[in-house]
Nanobody, 124 residues
């Protein structure tokens, strides 16, 4: 059974940086496209970034483009999200997700497996 465990969240001031990690187990990581999503209180879960199986193709939401970068280390079964220039509106629970696919999927409904999430809070 595939398991995803996020880490690296916390409290940071506006303009600061955080690096999220997602540890993958229970399958062959390199078979899975991976994504990051976020959910703020009272809001729907939204797409943040996605990466294909090899790591060569990425997609980022317009709201984070130029500030966040998704990457992966297949040899370490780990997905990353580097977040720079953080804003208060980035405050949310961040979740990683995986799907057996060749594409960097943007649609939430495409994903098969989800982590529990890690809280990111950006103070102004």
């Amino acid at each position: 059974q595939v398991q995803l465990v996020e880490s690296g969240g916390g409290l940071v001031q506006a303009g600061g940086s955080l690096r999220l990690s997602c540890a993958f187990s229970g399958g062959t990581f390199s078979n899975y496209a991976m994504g990051w999503f976020r959910q703020a209180p009272g809001k729907e879960r939204e797409f943040v970034a996605a990466i294909n199986r090899s790591g060569r193709v990425t997609n980022h939401a317009d709201s984070v483009k130029g500030r966040f970068t998704i990457s992966r280390a297949n040899a370490e079964n780990t997905l990353y999200l580097q977040m720079n220039s953080l804003k208060p509106e980035d405050t949310a629970v961040y979740l990683c997700a995986g799907v057996v696919s060749s594409y960097a999927e943007r649609q939430l409904s495409q994903y098969q497996y989800w982590g529990q999430g890690t809280q990111v809070t950006v103070s102004s």
